[in-house]
């Protein structure tokens, strides 16, 4: 076979077309479940609307939020996904859960109750893993893993039918918002059969996707009135209104606080949804699961548990392909 059919052919299947044999063309989307805490800073904004704008590669079957420490009770992180569907015009598409409040051993010991915090997205996580027929369903959690651990503890046998993609920790150093957030979460998700992927943040280095960064420049020259109109008038966060996420990503930026004069915040959530997008956009490790003791990682070399470290992101490609897709979006589908 010729070189360039090969890599035409592989073009096709890396983009989830497969061919059949009287040349039809079929769309084989990743089906994905984004579990955010929408109202913490600003890249889960983004990585929302990156998603709703990739219609053609992603099958998006609800959204889950979370209440992590800043941002508000969970509430405020509803509303704040809310906006961000409004402004994609998919909030009558995609449906919208309330998640927990409070953390994994808080709410572990009452998992079986008919209402406990967080039980309309841990109920629905368990209901969309059992419904996918077309693979794994992309659990892909931008904030702590409360409701994906609770949704493991209550129903079990969801572990072969999902694969989790998890923006969070600095491995192998300490610390890491998310992953603070509810540790004994992410250790519980270690130690199961669930498919695990850690999307690293490693603040300050380039090697995580805290170097995935956009100033308020590159903001404002790319996102003026990018995106789907918004059937109606959005209120923000910050107050004011809006017709088109790319306009309220500006306003996100002129609110977020910054380390530097020109105003760069990391978008560390869009980078995660990227790299499930495109994997050669980032250097993809297996490793044996560690585990976290004392806040302090402890390696388990033996541990025939494995998980998949992602590292060194590739930042011009991901903004490169984020802003074409602000102005060249392709709405997801119900």
């Known amino acids: 076979m010729r070189t360039s059919t090969v890599y035409f052919l592989s073009t096709l299947l890396f983009l989830g077309i497969t061919v059949s044999g009287k040349g039809q063309q079929k769309p084989n989307k990743i089906s994905v479940l984004f579990d955010t805490d929408a109202n913490n800073e600003l890249d889960d904004q ?11 590669i992603f099958d998006v079957v609800g959204v889950t939020v979370n209440a992590t420490s800043s941002g508000g009770d969970i509430n405020g992180h509803y509303e704040e ?16 859960f309330k998640g927990a ?13 008919s209402n406990f915090d967080g039980s309309e997205a841990v109920d629905f996580i368990i209901e969309q893993a059992h419904a996918n027929t077309s693979g794994r369903l992309v659990l892909l959690p931008v904030g702590k893993l409360t409701n994906i651990a609770l949704a493991l503890e209550k129903d079990p046998s969801i572990a072969p039918k999902v694969r989790i993609v998890w923006l969070g ?8 918002y998310n992953q603070d957030n509810d540790r ?7 130690d199961t059969e669930a498919p695990f992927e850690m999307v690293t943040v490693r603040y300050g280095k380039p090697s995580g996707t805290a170097a995935v960064t956009a100033n308020r420049a590159e903001i404002q020259a790319n996102m003026p009135g990018k995106g789907v109109k918004a059937k109606q008038p959005v209120t923000g966060r910050h107050g004011g209104t809006f017709e088109y996420f790319g306009d309220y990503s500006i306003n996100l930026y002129e609110h977020i606080d910054t380390h530097d004069a020109a105003g760069t915040r990391a978008l560390f959530d869009m980078a995660a949804v990227a790299i499930v997008k495109n994997p050669n956009w980032a250097e993809r490790k297996e490793i044996p699961a560690p585990t976290l003791v004392d806040n302090k990682w402890v390696d388990r070399p033996e541990n025939r548990r494995k998980m998949v470290l992602w590292e060194n992101f590739d930042k011009e490609a991901i903004m490169k392909d ?3 897709r602000m102005e060249n979006y392709v709405l997801v589908a119900p």
């Open 101 to 113: 409040n409070g953390s994994f051993e808080e709410i572990r010991p009452h998992v079986k109750e």
């Open 322 to 324: 984020f802003f074409d």
């Open 81 to 96: 996904a809310k906006r961000v569907m409004q402004l994609c015009n998919v909030d009558e598409k995609i449906p919208l």
């Open 169 to 176: 920790s600095n491995y192998p150093e300490p610390g890491e």
């Open 46 to 56: 983004h990585a929302m609307a990156y998603l709703f704008f990739n219609g053609d």
């Open 184 to 190: 004994a979460s992410m250790n519980y998700i270690l």
